[in-house]
């Protein structure tokens, strides 16, 4: 379910309805951006108010680049899913989350540099190509084929 700019309750009352109706074990709730504080109100709001037997939340976070026309920005996406006592998620086994500071040969400046560039964990560097590195974070190409090659080294 996406999280807009309705009422928290009007999304309250959609998961609430997604539960009870149709026999769903979970709901996952979406938001970007400022739409994020309202996402938690909702799954908060459930669980505590209207809901018992709801097991803890898993919640990932995120950051997707959006680009409108010529400017390319970062926008911080949340997902948080909600489901009945006893129901395992079926997702793929969570990895932690690695810091790019952890890259050999990566200082506070280049990882300050990647993280404002959309690149906050070794697994998102591995996932990019040299050139997009170097464009996200103003690197050079060699800077970035260099830490591409030096996450790519990292034990998984």
């Known amino acids: 379910m996406y999280i807009g700019k309705k009422p928290v309750m009007a999304y309250v009352m959609a998961v609430l309805t997604t539960l009870n109706t149709r026999n769903a074990q979970s709901v996952e709730l979406k938001a970007r951006g400022q739409s994020i504080t309202t996402a938690v109100d909702v799954a908060e709001i459930t669980r505590n108010r209207y809901m018992s037997g709801l097991s803890r939340p898993v919640i990932r976070i995120e950051t997707e680049k959006m680009s409108d026309g010529e400017q390319t920005r970062n926008v911080s996406c949340i997902s948080i899913t909600l489901s009945r006592e006893g ?70």
């Not at 404002?116 to 996932?127: A, F, W």
């Not at 990019?128 to 790519?152: P, W």
């Open 87 to 156: 129901v395992q998620e079926k997702t793929e086994e969570a990895a932690p989350v690695v810091d790019v500071s952890s890259i050999k040969g990566v200082g506070a400046v280049t990882a300050e540099k990647l993280r404002e560039g959309g690149y906050g964990s070794v697994d998102k560097i591995r996932g990019a190509t040299a050139a997009d590195l170097a464009k996200a974070t103003g690197l050079t190409e060699k800077q970035a084929e260099n830490i591409l090659k030096a996450a790519n080294e990292l034990q998984r």
